[in-house]
């Protein structure tokens, strides 16, 4: 099955290439699929190029575009339970989370469709009525979208939906281990009716199918959302060709729950925080600041409750999350808890591979505790990415916000309390680009999403994720064009009063 996407056709990778994709829950084959090489990227590239420089899709009314997105989003709908198997499958997680994945990725077609539909300009009063100034929005060009496996789908949809509805054309490189989705999307796209060229989809390996996608002058903006080592590369590489670039990137999330909590929201919500999706979240609560008076009763029901969550495959009803994407990854979460008790952290459950029965034949990690935890540790400074929080106590709210804070990442907390100005205060005093009040995880398409400090650059989401997408020009027409004469010029003596009464061009 031809599974690269290049210029509206489905053509196999030119060196040959396949991987294998294997679900991460049982090892079993969920598909074999094409495996780029940069030559194919490049092919890909060319592609978006000229739908860009010479196809119609920059250039339709926006409302059109728009359109387009509304039909996806029905599309989407329609082959929801086949989009929730593949990515169920293709990430072992549970099909409940795949499903709701879905609805997700809809929302996100859906918002841009109908927030979107207008043309983006402005007039700006200049104080001249001979002068008539305006401010219009334009697609960037070429878009370089490129994602991560740990929401396959929804990472796609929040850029693909922006950069369609702008009018530009793109190559998506998803994941390596992640591709079914991607491909789907590619044929409801096309369904969907984008034009050949404008979408088109590369699958493999960062180092080599990815590769061109930041260093090709061809590509104007590079979107990608990963790991903040695979975010630094990206930007040095793009500067050569000074590329606009958006990154979204890892996080280390403070949970802060104060004492005046409602005690059962707050830890119902901070087993959520960190566990949901066997903590492979960027926004994973995995840092938990408890305010000492509260910490023995906290930890005591959260090891408790850490214990009881139960693992298990995609289609496993009883099972509450999944499993870890890959040995590799397994391997990685490991080696960090071990790093962790050798730096002073007490274990409190968990902790080692889950191999109890048919979980032997997957990458399954229990939910695990590190208690006596603090910000000199690499354990607390470091994204795990896997299901486990390390816990912090803290005395008062000033302490709570400079322990939230002493992190090199920026991407989301939140904060528990049932004083509304505390809440209020200590939300705006993070340094993160979501905080939730007495909340943890929501987010919604018509809200920007995105980091500050190391967790990126830019905005996803909201009225932001779609001026990542845009150029912005400013047209001024003058309306009585005349001889600026700034240099003299032959009629320079018998002119005067005219030159005046338009105004020098430079002011
Ligand atoms: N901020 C967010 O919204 C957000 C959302 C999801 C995941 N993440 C982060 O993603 C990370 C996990 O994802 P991952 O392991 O897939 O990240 P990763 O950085 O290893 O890979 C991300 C993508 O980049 C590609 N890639 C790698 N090297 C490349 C190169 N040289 N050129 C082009 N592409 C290249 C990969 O093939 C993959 O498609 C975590 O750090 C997580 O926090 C962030
Ligand atoms: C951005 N989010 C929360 C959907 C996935 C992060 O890994």
């Known amino acids: 099955m031809s599974s ?3 210029g509206g056709s489905w053509v196999r990778a030119r060196a040959g290439g396949t991987r294998e994709i294997r679900c991460p829950a049982d090892g079993s084959l969920v598909g074999t699929v094409d495996e780029a090489s940069a030559a194919d990227t490049e092919a890909a590239i060319a592609a978006a190029r000229e739908a860009f420089d ?30 929730a198997r593949m990515e169920s499958l293709d990430t072992g997680k549970r099909l409940a989370e795949g499903e709701y994945d879905v609805d997700d990725v809809t ?16 007039s700006v009063d200049v104080g001249r009525d001979d002068v008539e100034s305006r401010v219009v929005h334009e697609p960037i060009g070429v878009c370089a979208l490129i994602t991560p496996w740990n929401y396959p789908l929804l990472q796609v949809a929040w850029k693909v939906a922006p950069c369609l509805v702008a009018g530009n054309t793109f190559v998506l490189k998803p994941s390596e281990l992640t591709p079914h ?16 060229g404008v979408a088109n989809l590369v699958l493999g390996a960062g180092a080599d199918a990815g590769a061109p996608l930041s260093t090709d002058p061809r590509v104007d903006l590079v979107s990608f959302t990963g790991g903040v080592e695979t975010g630094k590369r990206l930007m040095v590489n793009s500067a050569a060709t000074v590329k606009k670039i958006a990154l979204e990137l890892g996080g280390k999330n403070p949970n802060i ?20 999706h066997s903590g492979q979240v960027c926004s994973a609560g995995a840092r938990l600041l408890v305010e000492e008076s509260l910490h023995d009763e906290l930890v005591a029901e959260i090891v408790k409750r850490a214990a009881a969550i139960r693992l298990g495959g995609p289609f496993d009803a009883d099972a509450e999350t999944g499993a870890l994407i890959s040995e590799a990854h397994l391997d990685k979460v490991t080696a960090y808890v071990d790093m962790a008790v050798a730096e002073g952290a007490r274990l409190l459950v968990g902790g080692a591979r889950a191999t109890e029965g048919d979980l032997a034949d997957g990458y399954f990690f229990p939910p695990t505790v590190l208690d006596d935890c603090d910000t000199t540790m690499r354990c607390v400074q470091e994204e795990s990415f896997g299901p486990v929080v390390t816990i912090e106590t803290f005395r008062d709210e000033e302490e709570a916000v ?22 209020e205060r200590v939300a705006r005093r993070m340094r993160m680009g979501t905080v939730w009040i007495n909340d943890y995880h929501p987010y919604v398409a018509q809200a920007e999403w995105g980091g500050y400090k190391q967790s990126g ?8 994720g779609l001026e990542e997408y845009r150029e912005t020009k400013h047209i001024w027409r003058n309306l009585k064009p005349a001889p600026s004469e700034w240099f003299g010029s032959s009629s320079a003596d018998g002119d005067d009063d005219a030159n005046e009464e338009n105004g020098a061009a430079h002011g």
């Not at 196809?55 to 575009?65: F, I, K, N, Y």
């Not at 989705?181 to 050949?196: C, D, F, K, S």
């Not at 650059?457 to 932001?464: K, N, Q, S, T, V």
């Open 402 to 423: 400079r322990l939230a804070n002493d992190s090199v990442y920026g991407l989301a907390g939140a904060v528990w309390t049932s004083d509304e100005s505390k809440g």
């Open 4 to 6: 690269l996407y290049i």
């Open 107 to 122: 929302s996100v077609f859906r918002h841009y469709g109908e927030s979107a539909r207008s043309e983006s300009e402005r």
């Open 457 to 464: 650059i830019g905005r996803e989401l909201g009225a932001a």
């Open 257 to 276: 729950v104060f004492a005046d909590a409602d005690r059962e929201a707050a830890l119902d919500n901070a087993l959520t925080a960190v566990f949901l």
């Open 54 to 83: 010479e196809g119609p899709w920059p250039h339709l009314p926006t409302a059109e575009r728009a359109d387009v997105l509304l039909k996806v989003a029905d599309l989407l709908q329609r082959d929801k339970a086949d989009i």
């Open 181 to 196: 989705t991607a491909i789907h999307l590619m044929r409801l796209l096309e369904e969907a009716g984008v034009p050949a």
